[in-house]
């Protein structure tokens, strides 16, 4: 639970970072969208070095919980509900991540 939090809350970061230049670049609004936009990338990146396994793995789990965050603010934030294909693929993410997560290591 608390990877998947840690998880949750990097996509967070990630996002936000993304989201806010997006708003600057396509829908004309404050280039100061870019400081929190910088500071959220910067928390995504710690965030990142915060989880207990090999970098690369790291990363292909916590892809699986981005592309379901992702899907989730789609339809939070953008007002979009999300298609029956969205929610798929974004449930076979999830059970990638869980298989890299809870794989057996020695």
Do not use: N
Not at 22 to 47: M, N, R, T
Not at 71 to 95: E, F, K, Q, Y
């Amino acid at each position: 639970m608390k990877t998947l939090l840690l998880f949750l809350l990097t996509a967070v970061a990630e996002i936000v970072g993304c989201y806010l230049p997006w708003l600057w670049l396509k829908q004309d609004k404050s280039i100061w969208l870019l400081i929190p936009a910088a500071l959220s990338l910067a928390l995504f990146a710690w965030l990142l070095t915060l989880h207990p396994t090999a970098a690369g793995r790291t990363y292909a789990a916590y892809g699986g919980v981005y592309i379901a965050a992702a899907i989730a603010w789609l339809w939070l934030v953008d007002g979009v509900r999300p298609t029956s294909w969205d929610l798929v693929g974004s449930a076979v993410s999830l059970l990638g991540m869980t298989i890299i997560v809870l794989a057996p290591r020695s």
